[in-house]
């Protein structure tokens, strides 16, 4: 089974940055697709941003792009998600979720990443932009 373990998040003002780190465990990444979600309060979980297993790919809600970057090192077995110019919009418990694609097909349509698609979850981050 794999594990995955977010880190990074916390309280920013509006404007800040963070980098929200993803490990896993005991399973190497390098043939699973990775999904950032994120939920507010009150809201329903929504995808932000996908990278293929590939890492060739990369997607990203309309909400965030530009602002959010998506990475992976398969040395470290760690996918990133670097968050830019953060608004109080961003505030969310912040979900990384992982699904094996060895022939990297997902991740590549339009659109953000959809929770149905990924089997392993992490506990999830809490990130509070406020000033």
């Known amino acids: 089974q794999l594990q995955l373990v977010e880190s990074g998040g916390g309280l920013v003002q509006p404007g800040g940055s963070l980098r929200l780190s993803c490990a896993a465990s005991?399973?190497?990444?390098?043939?699973?697709?990775i999904g950032w979600f994120r939920q507010a309060p009150g809201k329903e979980r929504e995808g932000v941003s996908c990278?293929?297993?590939?890492?060739?790919?990369?997607k990203y809600a309309d909400s965030v792009k530009g602002r959010f970057t998506i990475s992976r090192d398969n040395a470290k077995n760690i996918v990133y998600l670097q968050m830019n110019s953060l608004k109080s919009d961003d505030t969310a418990v912040y979900y990384c979720?992982?699904?094996?694609?060895?022939?990297?097909?997902?991740?590549?349509?339009?659109?953000?990443?959809?929770?149905?698609?990924?089997?392993?979850w992490g506990q999830g981050t809490q990130v509070t932009v406020s000033s």
């Open positions: 979720a992982a699904q094996r694609d060895p022939y990297s097909t997902m991740c590549a349509m339009p659109g953000v990443p959809v929770l149905r698609d990924f089997a392993s």
């Open positions: 990278i293929s297993s590939s890492g060739d790919r990369t």
């Open positions: 005991p399973f190497r990444l390098d043939y699973y697709v």
